[in-house]
Every structure is written in C-alpha cells, then in structure tokens.
C-alpha cells in the first residue's frame, strides 16, 4: 500500500516514472551508472518527507504573513530558511547537475519529480531553489570558470541564490525595449544601471548574497534584442576568495504584492553604477538567457500542475467525505444523505480535474525525459522535440490544471471561498502561472510564429510522427483512441500549411492563442492514450482509473480541437482587424 497525501500521489510518480518511462534503463547509460531504482526511489522518498514536515507546514503561514520591507531589510516568516536550509542538505539543490561540481547526477526526469513535491507541498518557498538551480545551470554553460567558481558554487551549497532580471518597468514582455545600460569600466567588469521589475527572489536575507543575472545593452549596442548582453550583478561584491564584502549599489525599489506565491518576495531593483561581470559574449545575452527561461518555463509547468494536483487531491477527500443531498432516484427524505462524490456533477468536476492534472504531470516528466535524451541519447531529435513541447508544457498546464483548482473550490461549495480550506489558496498561487515566464499569449506566437515552422517544419514533422508511432503501439481495444489521435494529428498538419500558406504573419499568427490550445489538447490526448497503453491488460482500481480518466479525455476534452482547428482553418482575422475604439 502506498501511503495517501493530499500533496501528490507517490503512486501515480510511479506509474509515470517506472511502468510508462521506464527510468530505470537510464541507467544502463553512463551517467547515470551509479544509480538505481533503489537510488531514485530514495531520492523520492526523502522529497516527499521533506515537502510533508518543512513546506507544507507553513504554506499558509506564507501567504497570510507575506514578506515586508521596513526600509532597510526584507522580513520574511522563519520557516522560509528552516525549510531551505533541510531543503540543501538533502543535496537536491545540485541534484541532476554533474559530480565534479558537487551533483549527484540524477536524470532531470527524476529530479523534476523530487521538485514536484516541494512545488505542490509550498510554492511560493520551493520558488527560490527553483530560480537558483536555473540561475547556476546558466553559468555552468555559459560564464567564465573564474565566475563559475565565485558564484555557483556557493549557490549549490546554499549559501547564495540566483535571480533573473529581464522585465523593466515599461518594457514587461517586450525585451526589445530594455533600457538597463552596462559601460565597460576598463578592468573587465562593467557598471550597470537601470531599473528591474517583477524579480521574484530579488531581495531577502535568507542568504549570504544574490546572484542576480541582469540583461542590459551595452552602451553603442544596436536597439532590439541583438543589442542585449547578459551580466552577473551580485547584491554583495563578492571577492576572488568567496569572502562577501560590501552592498554592490543594488536597491530595493519596493515589494510587489501578488495575490498568490505571497510568500515569494517579489522586487522592484533599482540598480545604480553596479559592477557586473558579462557573461559569455557581447550583444548574444537574451540566446544565453533563453536556457534559463525554457528550464524555468519547464519549471512554471510543473508548478502548475503541483497546484492543480494537490487542489484536485483535497477536493477528492472533501468529496468522499460530505455528506449532502441524495440520489436523484431517492424519493424519501428521511434517508441519510450521501458523500457528494456519488452526484454525477461533482463526479464530472474531480474527473475532469483528473485527466488535467495527471495528463500534465505526464507531459512534464515527458519533457523532462527529453532532457536526459538529449544529453545522453539522440541528442539532435530530443533537443527539437523538445524545443516544439516547451510552449505548450509551459502554457497548457498553466491554463487547465488551474481549471483543476477552480474546480476543487467548486467540489468544495461555500467552503471552497473561504480561507478554512486551503483550495481557494491554490487557485490563487496558480492563476500566476499563466503569467509567470511568458503569458498564454506569447506561447502561442512561439508555438506557431516559431517552433512548428523553424527548419522548414521539421519540429512539427518530428512531434506528428512520435505521435503516430505511439498510436501505432496502442492495444486493440484502444484503436478508437489511436484513430481519433490520427485524425487530430492530420488536422494540425492541415491547419498549419493553410496558416502560413501565404506567408503573412499577421494573418497566420491573429488566432494563434487558438493553435496553442488545440495542439495542447492534442498532446495531452497523447500523453492519455500513452498511459493507457501502459495500464493495459493491468488490474486494479488504480488503472482502471487510468482508462477511465483516458476515455473522459478523448470523449469530453479531445473534440474541444474540432472548434478550435475550425476556426484557424476559416483564415478569421478579426482580432488583427478590429478597431481598438469598440472595445
């Protein structure tokens, strides 16, 4: 038996992990030599133990007690360093990166499940190592040894954290606009000057220092994004030696107060004359920044999801347990009334949630496979399908496993809105996602405007015929399932030639928010039918959960693409062409 946690299901880790991906023959592959089953089920024992008794403990306390600035420092509740500090010493913070700088070198897929607990268990605290670990990843590719030495490696002790400072004040999104300016001082470092918005990370005193990686122009760079270089700004100067000195002219503006990951500061920086170091070259900052963005879009995903499942979670207990109303085909009133799980509309609520929640877990781990593919396997085939995937596992979590948490407020009643149930927190912590590291919006200009057409549609090509090849595979008895994922596989081949037919961007890309959900949905039909294929011949409440959460998706959730391929198909324009005056 497996122990029940309203946080996630170790169960479920293990189908994915185990009886779908199949981790364990990663270890027939080098880096990974030194592990195992028994290793990786440690490794998700002792997360799920640590999110249970140092995160979970205090997420509410974190988001009825945000932090606060008095002028001079950030306040933040104690259980923030308590949790982070038993959170390094497990030595997850390095976990998937390599043993000569301190890792253990778990598959990404692995680790990303470990981080899962954290994500669903507090949010808002596990978003520091998350930025961290992104943050040294960075460096670790692309800074000169001698940065790497000064500042990652106090990182993944836990002595300092990393933070990434691209939005400005009037730019937001749009990085071309950026107006932080770097001069080079004569001595290999730069003075940079400018203000950041919306860091989160940006300012505590839960360590030493703050890495903090800052995208700036460089003065006579060219506008627009060429003209970008990336920089490492400590809060502190931090010497050849590691000894942390003196506050580097980087200012807290003010704290951004968020309805959700209250517990995660949130920072307006003013940066003043700071001296910064340029990491890699001149004018190529954003194409370094881009694999801290994608692992962190990665990382949003799966924040989402942990949301989405652990609201899901507490609604299936509170439903098992509330007891009101009676069958409809109860006529006597003074029958006892029946766990609301046993209405069919409340059933249709945690069922849907289900197929939510577990289809982007799935996805997820998916992608992060990917990762480990392309590290140690076919690098050049993992990388694309993994570069189409990155959008859509960003931004289809975002949406419908936070569909999941208002869902869980609904299953809940009256109860779900107020602050005694914890599902109207989650729903809150989670309406960020859609935000955080590119809104719904921009992933579709990525997913259509970029992914699916770069290398004259080789990405596109590459996702359809993995597809297929998993239809292909599917039992007999899932034929209809596989026949439904072929015929949405040929639609979005069609859709996409007509989009980009003529050529016009503006056209092509009017509904592309519309593509994003119905290759979405797609994908997580596959990743359904991929789960089922798994569950196969297999017995148990366990799977034929799998197959009925299989069969909902591809009858109630699938034929939502039919409206939205419809559409993309017409060639409708009217959002590039309507006037902004009837609004």
């Known amino acids: 038996m497996h122990p029940v946690s309203s946080i996630l299901s170790q169960r479920d880790l293990e189908f994915l992990l185990y009886e779908w991906l199949d981790v364990e023959a990663l270890t027939s592959r080098p880096r990974f030599a030194e592990h195992s089953r028994e290793t990786f089920d440690a490794f998700l024992q002792v997360s799920a133990q640590i999110a249970e008794r140092e995160f979970a403990t205090h997420n509410r306390r974190n988001d009825a007690e945000e932090p606060r600035f008095d002028g001079e420092r950030v306040h933040l509740i104690p259980e923030v360093k308590a949790a982070l500090t038993t959170f390094n010493a497990s030595g997850l913070l390095a976990g998937s990166l390599d043993e000569e700088v301190g890792g253990m070198q778990l598959p990404h897929v692995v680790h990303r499940a470990c981080f899962a607990w954290f994500q669903a268990a507090n949010i808002a605290t596990s978003a520091y190592p998350l930025l961290t670990m992104a943050n040294a990843h960075l460096l670790l590719t692309h800074a000169a040894q001698e940065h790497i030495d000064r500042f990652v490696g106090p990182m993944l002790e ?28 004569g001595d290999g470092t730069y003075r940079v000057t400018g203000s950041k918005m919306w860091i989160s990370g940006g300012d505590h005193e839960l360590t030493e220092t703050i890495v903090h990686l800052v995208l700036a122009r460089v003065a006579g760079a060219p506008a627009g994004v060429k003209g970008l270089s990336l920089f490492i700004v400590p809060k502190h100067l931090v010497g050849a030696d590691g000894v942390v000195g003196e506050r580097n002219n980087v200012d807290l503006a003010g704290l951004n107060h968020k309805m959700g990951f209250r517990g995660t500061t949130n920072a ?85 949630s289900k197929t939510y929640v577990e289809g982007a877990l799935a996805l997820i781990l998916y992608a992060s496979k990917l990762v480990d593919e392309k590290e140690t396997g076919n690098a050049a085939e993992a990388g694309l399908l993994l570069d189409v995937l990155t959008p859509i596992t960003k931004a289809w979590p975002s949406q419908w496993c936070l569909k999941a948490n208002d869902h869980a407020i609904q299953v809940h009643g009256g109860y779900g809105y107020t602050r005694e149930y914890p599902v109207e927190q989650f729903y809150r912590d989670n309406r960020l996602n859609p935000i955080h590291e590119g809104t719904d919006g921009i992933q579709g200009l990525d997913l259509l405007g970029r992914k699916v057409v770069m290398r004259d549609g080789a990405g596109l090509t590459l996702l359809v015929r993995t597809i297929r090849e998993s239809a292909a595979k599917a039992p007999a008895d899932l034929a209809w399932m596989a026949e439904l994922l072929e015929a949405g596989c040929q639609r979005l081949i069609e859709v996409t030639g007509k989009l980009w037919a003529d050529a016009d961007p503006t056209s092509a890309l009017a509904n592309s928010t519309a593509y ?68």
Not at 161 to 180: F, I, K, N, R, Y
Request: net charge negative; hydrophobic share 45%.
């Open 158 to 185: 836990g002595r300092f954290t990393g933070t990434m400072c691209l939005s400005e004040p009037q730019a937001g999104s749009s990085l071309s606009d950026v107006t932080t300016r770097a001069v080079p001082a």
């Open 268 to 352: 307006v920086l003013a940066f003043s004359e700071s001296e910064g170091y340029l990491v890699g070259e001149e004018g190529r900052g954003l194409a370094y920044m881009f694999q801290m963005m994608n692992e962190a879009r990665i990382g949003v995903g799966a924040g989402a999801v942990a949301l989405g499942y652990t609201g899901y979670l507490h609604a299936l207990a509170y439903a098992r347990e509330r007891l009101q109303g009676r069958p409809v085909a109860g006529k006597d009133p003074l029958a006892p009334p029946v766990p609301i799980i046993r209405h069919p509309d409340v059933r249709r609520l945690l069922l849907a």
């Open 516 to 583: 994003l959900d119905a290759t979405g949905h797609l994908v997580i039909a596959w990743m359904w039918l991929e789960q089922a294929t798994a569950a196969a011949g297999k017995e148990g409440a366990f799977y034929d959960g799998k197959r009925l959460a299989a069969r909902y998706f591809f009858t109630h959730e699938l034929p939502r693409t039919t409206t939205w391929f419809d559409l993309l198909e017409s060639g409708d324009t009217l959002l590039a062409d309507l006037d902004d005056e009837c609004l």
